[in-house]
């Protein structure tokens, strides 16, 4: 698996978007039991610490131990740096896996087994990510174009599976077809320029290039934007199934 997030990893923790409450509202309700979740990929541990209100013990790994530097730290979390493909999890252990804007990262076929080997029956398997955010029609061309455009060849080829909504990802579970939700944040400018920092095309592209390809638009963009916080909407990526042994 690729580690596109260990560098700036405090970035991270501070400028990306989560999930709304009514999500994790929702897989409550649908949970046969809520002893045990495994949050994979968990990164600054956004997710984990959201399923830690409901579930008894959750389990938070990701390849990134800088990520998981920054992550909260709960009585009921814990954390710990291993591979979605290979853990040192026992078998038939969790009652809910969870995977949070990663899973286009993994090896389907190796993580898929691994949550078989480790899911309860009848265990919940979610997918959930988001995608191009959308603000305003001008914005949201200034961004595309710099999105497809500037930095478009910088994306890691895997980025396809989030444009296509994770609806072309392997998925061998039985399928629920779940509540659509609002992901939906007020951001200053500010906001807007430290997330699309974070974007790892425009690591990639600064890399090659030796400057930061932000700069390219962020006058256009200030000038667009304005002074004023701006409703910020990300389209939620939802796969949910049931694992049955």
Same mark, same amino acid.
């Given at each position: 698996m690729k580690d596109n997030f260990s560098t700036a990893s405090d970035q991270y923790a501070k400028f990306r978007p989560g999930y709304p409450e009514a999500l994790f509202a929702y897989l /409550?309700?649908?949970?046969?039991?809520?002893?045990? !979740?495994?949050?994979?990929?968990?990164?600054?541990?956004?997710? #984990?610490? /959201?399923?830690?209100?409901?579930?008894?013990?959750? %389990? !938070?790994? +990701?390849?990134? #131990? #800088?990520?998981?530097?920054?992550?909260? @730290?709960?009585?009921?979390?814990?954390?710990? =740096?291993?591979?979605?493909?290979? $853990?040192? &999890?026992?078998? =038939?252990?969790?009652?809910l896996i969870v995977v949070a804007q990663a899973i286009h990262w993994f090896d389907f076929e190796k993580f898929y087994r691994e949550v078989n080997r480790t899911a309860k029956d009848n265990a919940l398997m979610l997918v959930i990510g988001y995608g191009l955010l959308k603000i305003t029609p001008e914005i949201d061309a200034l961004i595309?174009?710099? %999105?497809?455009?500037?930095?478009?060849?910088?994306?890691?080829?895997? @980025? @396809?599976?989030? +444009?296509? @909504? %994770?609806?072309?990802?392997? &998925?061998? &579970?039985?399928?629920?077809?779940? $509540?659509?939700?609002?992901? $939906?944040?007020?951001?200053?400018?500010?906001?807007?320029?430290? %997330?699309?920092? $974070?974007?790892? !095309?425009?690591?990639h592209y600064q890399k090659a290039n030796g400057h930061n390809p932000v700069d390219l638009v962020a006058e256009k963009l200030k000038t667009a934007y304005g002074t004023q916080a701006r409703k910020v909407n990300f389209p939620l990526l939802l796969r949910m199934g049931k694992v049955s042994k």
């Open positions: /409550k309700s649908q949970l046969p039991s809520c002893q045990t !979740a495994w949050d994979c990929g968990t990164g600054n541990g956004q997710v #984990a610490v /959201k399923l830690s209100e409901f579930i008894h013990k959750v %389990y !938070a790994t +990701d390849i990134s #131990a #800088a990520q998981i530097e920054q992550a909260e @730290r709960l009585p009921n979390i814990e954390y710990s =740096v291993q591979a979605a493909e290979q $853990t040192n &999890f026992p078998d =038939v252990f969790f009652d595309l174009n710099f %999105y497809r455009n500037i930095i478009g060849p910088y994306w890691d080829a895997e @980025r @396809r599976y989030i +444009d296509e @909504r %994770y609806q072309t990802i392997p &998925f061998p &579970f039985e399928a629920i077809q779940a $509540t659509d939700f609002n992901n $939906t944040y007020h951001w200053n400018f500010d906001h807007l320029m430290g %997330y699309l920092n $974070t974007w790892s !095309a425009v690591k």
